[in-house]
């Protein structure tokens, strides 16, 4: 799955707060403008003979807010294939977890299997199942043992909270981390026939008595800098490596 030279390595991260020790680490430096009137942003740099570009979403004009969810990572996720070609693509971010299922704030997933949505409703066989998607990830297996990552379904829906239906879908899919952009982002790559790893920081545990939204702005800094760890850790130890 993995090419031998890999050259070019990409993220795609919705939130400046989740690209920022990212940024960082890889002394990444912006490209301000680069995709004209979109609203993604571009951060590139050098880093032991890898080309590391790294998008987020940007920032919506109106609320002042990063763009979060489906529509800003499709944008960017199509926007950073077309211009920069990466090897692969990494889609890290931040993401709910689920205590019956062993989850702890701050446990770092990787996608596994395939990655799905949960809050697509359309009750006709064929629509339905492209409405959950299956899309493709790499076989994270090597990389979660060396590394010492927790694996799972990603699922993604367009909302924070999480409604009985979206329980149901995921019980069906056997989805176990709950975000706002993965599977929009494996969409795009599975067209453009890019390999992408989900790597997901857990802010929250979903059905907590805390609400999401608390649990969220208290973890965001803590899971960001875990974030950054692992993706290092998988970018240093793993996909470079593979190049000998
Ligand atoms: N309240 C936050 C907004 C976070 S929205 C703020 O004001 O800063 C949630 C973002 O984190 C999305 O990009 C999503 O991918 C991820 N996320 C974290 N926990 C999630 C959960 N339980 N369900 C869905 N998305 C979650």
Redo the contacts with the bound molecule.
Sequence with gaps: YLKNHMKKICFIV??A??AKPLIQHFGLMHQGGRFGQAPSQVYQGNYKNIEITLVT?GKDADTG??Y??CEA?TLSTHLAIAYYHPDIIINA?????FASKGAKIGDVYLSHKYIVFHDRRVDIPGWNRMGQGYFPCIDSDEIARLGGFKQGICT??S????TEDDAEQMRQTGGEV?????AAVAWVAQLYKTPILCV?A?????GADRP??Q???DN?SMATQKLKDACFKIVDEHLLRKKK
Aim: aromatic fraction near 6%.
């Design positions: 919705a939130m707060a989740e979403n807010f990063d979060i969810g990572a971010g931040t993401a709910g977890g993604t829906g909302s924070l909270d999480m709950k975000d706002m952009e993965a997901k857990i802010t929250d545990l979903v999401t939204a649990q969220f702005d965001l």
